[in-house]
């Protein structure tokens, strides 16, 4: 014991004179941001102590977990007791089993062994209590985030039994969705413990129990992993099934990642299959996707890929332009060692096949040396792995040995206290029957002292037990306290040494994004193209070497790129084109690609893009005599995945661009692009409001044109008749004249009905009164052009519900014309006795309005349509009535067409007009 006591005593000087030394060192230290960050979590521990709501608390909790885990070691288990503080609470037990998985999830956090095991044995303790109230869901939940911590440290075995007993925990409470995803962890579990075959089964299970509420990639992932295992194990048409359903699964999602993964992962199936042409495709998806998402791993895996096709295919130059790629993917944006080692491979293989040794040699040197580096790696990182499997187990080992002899310590205290009581208790009873024998009228007094005895005898244990517990207590405090402060020292040292660099880095991205944004705003705020092509030049000149400035604009349809502004020495240069076929142009391979390029010696890197076999002054003739180049950008400007131009900047020296100058450049493009589409869209706006105009003002001046007309001639005949009427006197021919007169009053009230309303019509007109107006115009041109008979047939039939009052006129003047038409000419050559037969109808669907007037007159004359039964409007001098007509119709957006006897098959006899109107 007293052994024990002075390694207590020892170790808290020893904690004492280190936190002295190190609260000295760290008031040296910048505070700023450690406190904000302070200040943040300790906002966030109010909102979490009066937080009620079960979902709000969590999303708290989440955020409060990403804030602790940014601590260095002492700031954070300071914040822990707090955290432990407002967890401590079992009345509302889903708010004390939440926080308390939090605390467990932020100590797991800290990827050390004693963190470890620590949150562990508190998240063993939580699901043991969640079993004792019966609250299977939390049961499972915690069980499954031990699953993960175990999982994540690399100890395979534990992670699959925490997941079991979650699953099982699922299953009673019936929950399919949860069953599900913990499922989806056990096959993952067992996928990274290399058990491919039970990892099979659990996907597979995965897939058969998902619901709506399942994570959509979890079933992607699970798919896409079975497929890979079929394909590892040789089983390529399982593989090929299961990769095709997880791409369909990613298409209905619209999850634009995995369907480039999954791709990738098919083009490697049938490049194994020997199906080339599939396998470039799937893997050209692949690229564009992984460039994208800027996941340039997958994609220089993707490019190395698609080059071996292509030297399968002894396709060289191809297969050198993807492998060239690559390598730069590689050099430019990440390490990337394995995807290099690749790309070395691929290299090697390809000069090997085009005889190009040393070349060769060179680079399967480079392949030799970086896979041994990997591999190097790999063991290392194994043994790493290893070690810490070791460590956490033999901590885990510790502390439920520590658990034992503390449970025995305590049994031993409980003991030996049991028996010192016994014996204090004996010697009372042993004086006061002494006392009693002695002299019993001190009776009285001797009870009292007894009581007294007694009660001191209890307190002492009380107290005996307390000083027991508080010396354990801080015994354990004393070990935390000193592995914390020797974790705060290197944490201190580690954030000294970062601190400068990432102010620097900071402050550069500030202005850096500070100056984007203002340029952005400013060349987004105009719709002039010209104007915010300038604009992007005075910016960019000052922000680099700009002595040749140019932005082409990309016209698809005529497949040719016009340079509306390019600026030499500050000054410009009349616009020019250049022509996509021409494969000698940076801008072509800039825009043909959709990636940008960065050139430091002109003469020495332009190979990377055109190929060797492309001459020097082929190239140079491009920029010459008004600049030779040396350093080169050119940066595609694409809005939503569409090329609108490129943006270029050449400079007389050499190396005269850096990354930073590229990130901004491409940075800016996006803005460049966005503006230049939103310039070019008002322009088409512009044109388009222009287009409407002359429709309208050609519309009305038909329908004027027509009106006056035909409005003229009835007056002229109302007045020829009426003059009869004056002159004769018969009585047969005062009836004809009334007649007559009749008709004709017809008619202008027939004008006045198709009167068109330039302003809006503001009038709706229903079938009744369609149908009605249908049938005035078409009795009224009936009864002008011919006498009544009872062998004669007019059908008029409307199933259109309603009508725009402007929209019908436009209907009612085409039928007006064309009954017009066909009571003119179709039957001029007929006999009298030749029964009239008219069949109008006006039908309605979804989207268009269909007119057919058919007639059992004379046809149209077969030289009147082409070889394909289309009548020629254009070619002839048809009626201008129907040219109007065809006019209209045009104008509305619909079609018309003329069938006729002689020329269609399906018409007997007569002809049939179809108007079809948008």
Known sequence: MQCRLLKIIVQTILCLLCTSSLHTFAQSTPQTSTQALQNTIQANFKKLSKTQDQKALETLLRKQRALLRKLDSASFQKQLIKFQEIGSNRKNRKRYLAINQAIAQSLAQRRKVNPGTEAIAKLEMLATEAQEWDMLHWEGKLYTTIGKIYQQNNLYPEAFSSYIKAKASFEKLGSQA????????????????????????????VIAHATEETDARQVINSLNSVGLLKRKIGDTDSARFYLKKALIQAENHKDTAWI?????????????????????????????????YEQWGSKANALTSLADIYLQQRRYEEAKQYLDSSLYVCTQYYPLPVS?????????????????????????????????????????????????????????????????????????????????????????????????YRNLQTKKKANQQLAFQQQEILQQNQRLQQQQ????????????????????????LRHQTLLTAQNNHLEQAYQNVRLLTNIGQHITSSLDLNEILHTIYTHVNQLMDASNFGIGLYDPQHEQITFELTMVDDKPLEAYTRDMNDKNQLAVWCIEHGQPIIIGDFAQEYHKYLGKSVKDSEVLSNYQPVLTPRSIIYIPLIVQQKIKGVLSILSKQKNAYTNQHFDLLKSLSVYVAIAIENAQGYKELVAQKESIDQQNNLISLLLNENQHRIGNDFVAVYAKIAAIDH?????????????????????????????????????????????????????????IHFQENTTHKINVQSEVKSLDKNRFVLIGFCVFELIKNICKHAFKNKPTAHPVMIDLSLQESKKTITLSIKSNGEGFKPDLFDTQGDFKFNQHKITKGLSIVSSIIDREGGSFKIYTEGVHSQIKEGSTFTCVFE
Not at 179 to 200: F, G, P
């Open 469 to 492: 517990e508080e010396i354990l207590t801080q015994n354990e405090t004393i070990e935390q306290k000193s592995q914390l402060l020797t974790e705060q020292y290197e944490e201190i």
């Open 178 to 205: 949860e069953k599900a995803n913990v499922l989806y962890h056990i096959a993952s579990n067992l996928y990274d413990d290399q058990s491919y075959e039970e990892s099979i089964e659990y996907f597979k299970q």
């Open 727 to 783: 002159t004769h006197s018969q009585a047969n021919a005062q009836e004809l004249v009334d007649s007559a007169k009749e008709r004709i009053r017809e008619a202008m009230e027939l004008q006045n009905l198709l009167q068109y309303h330039f302003h809006g019509s503001n009038q709706t007109l229903e079938q009744p009164e369609i149908q009605e107006k249908l049938q005035t115009i078409v009795h009224t041109l009936y009864r």
């Open 260 to 292: 480039g993964i999954v791709n990738g992962n098919m083009g490697t199936l049938y490049m194994l299959k020997g199906d080339f042409k599939e396998a470039e495709k799937r893997y050209l998806i692949d690229i564009n996707t992984s460039h994208k």
């Open 340 to 436: 290099r080692m690749r790309t070395y491979e691929g290299l090697a293989k390809l000069y090997g096949a085009t005889q190009r040794f040393e070349l060769a040699h060179e680079y399967l040197s480079l392949y030799t040396k970086l896979n041994d580096s990997i591999q190097g790696k790999s063991h290392e990182n194994q043994l790493k792995k290893m070690k810490l499997v070791q460590q956490f187990r033999e901590a885990k080992r510790q502390q439920e040995r520590s658990k034992e002899n503390q449970l025995q310590e305590l049994k031993a205290f409980r003991s030996k206290t049991f028996q010192v009581l016994l014996f204090s208790l004996l010697m009372v009873a042993l004086v006061i029957l002494t006392l009693l």
